[in-house]
C-alpha cells in the first residue's frame, strides 16, 4: 500500500503512494466534509404501534387512521438540531414500514391519507432553509413492508417514489441510501442521481456517481482509526452487523470518506435506538459519552451523524432537546477557544508557542482537502527543559484530525509531519 525511499529510512519516514494527486474530493465532498455534523430523523408509523408491528409481517402494518402527531412542528426538530451544532439534517422519509412523509401518488400509504394530511417532508425543507441548516433525504430501497415483495413491480415503484422526491423538493445535500442498493436499481438510480441532483451526497451510493460517502462498519459512532478518505469500494450493509476494520486507503481509487451514524438512545432500546418508544428516556447517551463519539467520528476524519428520534406528539422528547442543547454547549466550550492556532501552511515542521500558562490535552489538524489528503504521517513535540519530547504520534488526518493526550504543560511547541504523499496544504492546527 505504501512503499519507503532508501533515503527515507535514514531521514524521515516519509510514504510516497504511487497516485496519490489523481484523486481529488468534488466540490460537494468538501462542503460536505465542512459539515462536520449533522442529524438523520425518524418518524414511522410504527412508533403508534410498537408492540403489534412486524417488519416481516405485513397484516402487522398499521392503519393509516393511527397516524395523527397533533403538536408536530419540524420547526422544532431544525431548532433542537442546530442547538447541537449540527449543519444538515436528513429526514427518514420513507422507513422500513413503506409509510411515506409526503403524500406519494404511487400508493396510499402514506401522509396524504392520514388523519395528519399534511405533506411532512414539505415543512421539514421549509424548517431547515428557516434556519439554516441543509436538508437531505432517507429513503429505504431494500425493505417495505407495505409491498412485502421485491419483484419488478417493487422496483417500478421505488424508481416512481425516488422521481417525486428528487424532483419535487428541491436540492439535497444527502440522500442515504440505507443497505446500498439492490434489487437492480443503480443503473436507473445513477442517471436519475445526474439528471435531477447531481451535487447530492451519497451515503452508501453507487461509486460511480462521484459524490458518495461510506459506513464506517458500525451503528457506535466509533469510527477505526487511522481512517482515510479514500476507498476502493462503498458499502452495502443496513446497519445490523458490524463490520471492522473499515479504514479507507490512502491509495484508494475513490474520494469515498466515511460517515459515523449512531442513535442517541444505545442500541438495546427499541428499533435499536432510532425509533422512539415510551419509556426510553433512560436509555439516553449522555453529553460525556456523545463527545466520546465526536472525538472517534469527526476527530477521526469522518462526519457524525446523530439519530434524533420523534414521539407520536410529532416532537423531538425534552430529554433528547436537553441532550442536544448540552452537547452544543459543551462543543463551544471545548473549542472555542485555543491555546495556539496556525491556519494556511505548507511547511513539514510547524512551530507555536502556547504563553497561556494552561497545560495542552488536544491538539486538531485540518488539512485543505482542495489538495486532498497528503499527510500519512506526523509527531507532535513538546519543549521540556532543554530537549523535545514527543507528545502524540498519528496518521491519516484529512479534513480533520483531533487527538487527545495526558496533559502537559510548555510554551513551545511543534508538529512534524513524518510522512506526506504529496505537497503539504494544511488548513489549520491549533493546540486546546
Given at each position: 500500500?505504501?512503499?519507503?525511499?532508501?533515503?527515507?529510512?535514514?531521514?524521515?519516514?516519509?510514504?510516497?503512494p504511487s497516485?496519490?494527486?489523481l484523486?481529488?474530493p468534488?466540490?460537494?465532498?468538501?462542503?460536505?466534509?465542512?459539515?462536520?455534523?449533522?442529524?438523520?430523523?425518524?418518524l414511522?408509523?410504527?412508533?403508534f404501534?410498537?408492540?403489534?408491528?412486524?417488519?416481516k409481517?405485513?397484516?402487522t402494518l398499521?392503519d393509516?387512521?393511527?397516524?395523527?402527531?397533533?403538536?408536530?412542528?419540524t420547526d422544532q426538530?431544525?431548532?433542537?438540531?442546530?442547538?447541537a451544532?449540527?449543519?444538515?439534517?436528513?429526514?427518514?422519509?420513507?422507513?422500513?414500514?413503506?409509510?411515506?412523509?409526503?403524500?406519494?401518488?404511487?400508493?396510499?400509504?402514506?401522509v396524504?391519507?392520514?388523519?395528519?394530511?399534511?405533506?411532512?417532508?414539505?415543512?421539514?425543507?421549509?424548517s431547515?432553509k428557516?434556519?439554516?441548516?441543509?436538508?437531505g433525504l432517507?429513503?429505504?430501497t431494500?425493505?417495505?413492508?407495505?409491498?412485502g415483495?421485491h419483484?419488478?413491480?417493487y422496483?417500478?415503484?421505488?424508481?416512481?417514489?425516488?422521481?417525486?422526491?428528487?424532483?419535487?423538493?428541491?436540492?439535497?445535500?444527502e440522500?442515504?441510501?440505507?443497505?446500498?442498493l439492490?434489487?437492480?436499481?443503480?443503473?436507473?438510480?445513477?442517471?436519475?442521481?445526474?439528471?435531477?441532483?447531481?451535487?447530492?451526497?451519497?451515503?452508501q451510493?453507487?461509486?460511480?456517481?462521484?459524490?458518495?460517502?461510506?459506513?464506517i462498519?458500525?451503528?457506535?459512532?466509533?469510527?477505526?482509526?487511522?481512517?482515510?478518505?479514500?476507498?476502493?469500494?462503498t458499502?452495502?450493509?443496513?446497519?445490523t452487523?458490524?463490520?471492522?476494520?473499515l479504514?479507507g486507503?490512502?491509495?484508494?481509487?475513490?474520494?469515498?470518506?466515511?460517515?459515523?451514524?449512531?442513535p442517541?438512545r444505545?442500541?438495546?432500546?427499541?428499533?435499536?435506538g432510532?425509533?422512539?418508544?415510551?419509556?426510553?428516556?433512560?436509555?439516553?447517551?449522555s453529553?460525556?459519552?456523545?463527545?466520546?463519539?465526536?472525538?472517534?467520528?469527526?476527530?477521526r476524519?469522518?462526519?457524525?451523524?446523530v439519530?434524533m428520534?420523534?414521539?407520536?406528539?410529532?416532537l423531538?422528547?425534552?430529554?433528547?432537546?436537553?441532550v442536544?442543547?448540552?452537547?452544543?454547549?459543551?462543543?463551544?466550550?471545548?473549542?472555542?477557544?485555543?491555546?495556539?492556532?496556525?491556519?494556511?501552511?505548507t511547511?513539514?515542521?510547524?512551530?507555536?508557542?502556547?504563553?497561556?500558562?494552561?497545560a495542552?490535552?488536544?491538539?486538531?489538524?485540518m488539512?485543505?482537502?482542495?489538495?486532498?489528503?497528503?499527510?500519512?504521517?506526523?509527531?507532535?513535540?513538546?519543549?521540556m527543559g532543554d530537549?523535545?519530547?514527543?507528545?502524540?504520534?498519528?496518521?491519516s488526518?484529512?479534513?480533520?484530525?483531533?487527538?487527545?493526550?495526558?496533559?502537559?504543560?510548555?510554551?513551545?511547541?511543534?508538529?512534524?509531519?513524518?510522512?506526506?504523499?504529496?505537497p503539504?496544504?494544511?488548513?489549520?492546527?491549533?493546540?486546546?
Amino acid at each position: 500500500m505504501v512503499r519507503l525511499s532508501l533515503i527515507s529510512l535514514f531521514i524521515t519516514l516519509a510514504y510516497i503512494p504511487s497516485f496519490s494527486q489523481l484523486v481529488l474530493p468534488s466540490k460537494d465532498q468538501i462542503a460536505w466534509a465542512d459539515a462536520e455534523m449533522g442529524v438523520i430523523i425518524h418518524l414511522d408509523i410504527n412508533i403508534f404501534a410498537p408492540e403489534t408491528f412486524d417488519y416481516k409481517k405485513k397484516e402487522t402494518l398499521p392503519d393509516l387512521s393511527i397516524f395523527h402527531p397533533s403538536k408536530l412542528n419540524t420547526d422544532q426538530w431544525v431548532k433542537t438540531a442546530k442547538a447541537a451544532g449540527a449543519k444538515y439534517a436528513v429526514l427518514t422519509v420513507k422507513h422500513g414500514t413503506g409509510f411515506c412523509l409526503w403524500p406519494s401518488a404511487v400508493n396510499d400509504y402514506n401522509v396524504g391519507h392520514t388523519p395528519y394530511k399534511k405533506d411532512i417532508l414539505q415543512d421539514f425543507i421549509a424548517s431547515c432553509k428557516k434556519y439554516g441548516l441543509r436538508p437531505g433525504l432517507y429513503y429505504n430501497t431494500n425493505t417495505n413492508t407495505y409491498y412485502g415483495t421485491h419483484d419488478e413491480a417493487y422496483t417500478k415503484a421505488v424508481l416512481a417514489q425516488l422521481n417525486e422526491l428528487w424532483s419535487n423538493y428541491g436540492p439535497m445535500f444527502e440522500i442515504w441510501f440505507d443497505g446500498g442498493l439492490q434489487n437492480g436499481l443503480e443503473a436507473d438510480v445513477l442517471k436519475m442521481i445526474h439528471d435531477k441532483q447531481p451535487q447530492a451526497i451519497l451515503f452508501q451510493g453507487p461509486l460511480k456517481a462521484g459524490n458518495t460517502i461510506r459506513w464506517i462498519g458500525n451503528e457506535d459512532g466509533f469510527a477505526a482509526y487511522p481512517q482515510w478518505s479514500r476507498a476502493n469500494e462503498t458499502t452495502a450493509s443496513d446497519g445490523t452487523v458490524k463490520i471492522d476494520g473499515l479504514h479507507g486507503d490512502p491509495e484508494g481509487k475513490y474520494w469515498c470518506p466515511g460517515e459515523s451514524d449512531f442513535p442517541i438512545r444505545r442500541n438495546y432500546a427499541w428499533n435499536g435506538g432510532w425509533l422512539w418508544k415510551a419509556g426510553e428516556d433512560k436509555d439516553l447517551f449522555s453529553v460525556k459519552e456523545l463527545m466520546e463519539k465526536y472525538y472517534k467520528s469527526v476527530g477521526r476524519n469522518t462526519n457524525m451523524l446523530v439519530g434524533m428520534v420523534v414521539d407520536t406528539s410529532g416532537l423531538i422528547p425534552k430529554a433528547d432537546s436537553l441532550v442536544f442543547d448540552s452537547l452544543g454547549h459543551r462543543l463551544k466550550q471545548v473549542f472555542s477557544a485555543p491555546l495556539a492556532v496556525r491556519n494556511n501552511l505548507t511547511q513539514s515542521i510547524i512551530e507555536f508557542g502556547n504563553k497561556t500558562g494552561k497545560a495542552a490535552s488536544q491538539i486538531m489538524i485540518m488539512e485543505d482537502l482542495e489538495y486532498g489528503e497528503n499527510i500519512l504521517a506526523y509527531s507532535l513535540q513538546a519543549m521540556m527543559g532543554d530537549k523535545w519530547k514527543e507528545v502524540a504520534t498519528g496518521e491519516s488526518v484529512g479534513h480533520k484530525r483531533i487527538q487527545t493526550f495526558s496533559p502537559v504543560n510548555a510554551e513551545q511547541w511543534r508538529l512534524m509531519i513524518t510522512g506526506n504523499a504529496g505537497p503539504l496544504h494544511i488548513r489549520k492546527v491549533a493546540l486546546y
